[in-house]
T-cell receptor, first 115, second 115 residues
Framework: EAQVTQNPRYLITVTGKKLTVTCSQN?????MSWYRQDPGLGLRQIYY???????DKGDVPEGYKVSRKEKRNFPLILESPSPNQTSLYFC??????????????FGPGTRLTVT | AQKITQTQPGMFVQEKEAVTLDCTYD???????LFWYKQPSSGEMIFLIY??????QNATEGRYSLNFQKARKSANLVISASQLGDSAMYFC????????????FGQGTELSVKP
């Protein structure tokens, strides 16, 4: 089954404790990205990757890091989480730049709470 | 910069009736795509329908159709024969040839279907 998986699905952590949210897709997609969703703001892109070893900032990259060492994986790293990073996070992938192909596949979401 | 506007924070519809969710977009891109996603209370983002800016016919997917009016920059979602399971948040999004694959999301419309 074609899918994007994220882990963990739920996470409660404390300020400053480094964490990684994993994302993996099994569709051989080149393009992957991370979004965060906050009430009243819709989804905003954090980082994206056009292909392996190619990453770039989205609209809200502060406080986040990413890496793309393999095509299928695109982890999101929070080196020192803060309460304002409490949010619902989505990983997404598509064959190329999402809109051209008419669809971006989204993962199930990771609900992160930073206390 | 692209912008998506969804002016209806919440809507009610009677079961089996049709409903239109509004979406207007603002873009300077020559080529762009418009998307609708459904987000049920469980949180996942479910792709519903896509319209390319050069598509002359309105997109349809089962009970979903996209009323695309390019001159008015609107991309309204029409759901025919509403079902109780249609109760969810609905997001309009767009991507363009100058957006690096990023999707820009509106703030969403919460649809409630009454029995």
């Amino acid at each position: 089954e074609a899918q994007v998986t994220q882990n963990p699905r739920y996470l409660i952590t404390v300020t400053g404790k480094k964490l990684t949210v994993t994302c993996s897709q099994n569709m051989n997609h080149e393009y992957m990205s991370w979004y965060r969703q906050d009430p009243g703001l819709g989804l905003r892109q954090i980082y994206y990757s056009m292909n392996v070893e190619v990453t770039d900032k989205g609209d809200v990259p502060e406080g986040y890091k990413v890496s793309r060492k393999e095509k299928r994986n695109f982890p999101l790293i929070l080196e020192s989480p803060s309460p304002n990073q409490t949010s619902l996070y989505f990983c997404a992938s598509s064959r190329t730049s999402g809109w051209v192909q008419g669809e971006q596949y989204f993962g199930p979401g990771t609900r992160l709470t930073v206390t | 910069a692209q912008k998506i506007t969804q002016t209806q924070p919440g809507m009610f519809v009677q079961e089996k009736e049709a409903v239109t969710l509004d979406c207007t977009y603002d873009t300077s891109d020559q080529s762009y795509g418009l998307f609708w996603y459904k987000q049920p209370s469980s949180g996942e983002m479910i792709f519903l329908i896509y319209q390319g800016s050069y598509d002359e016919q309105n997109a349809t997917e089962g009970r979903y159709s996209l009323n695309f009016q390019k001159a008015r920059k609107s991309a309204n979602l029409v759901i025919s024969a509403s079902q109780l399971g249609d109760s969810a948040m609905y997001f309009c999004a767009s991507g363009g040839n100058n957006q690096g694959g990023k999707l820009i999301f509106g703030q969403g419309t919460e649809l409630s279907v009454k029995p």
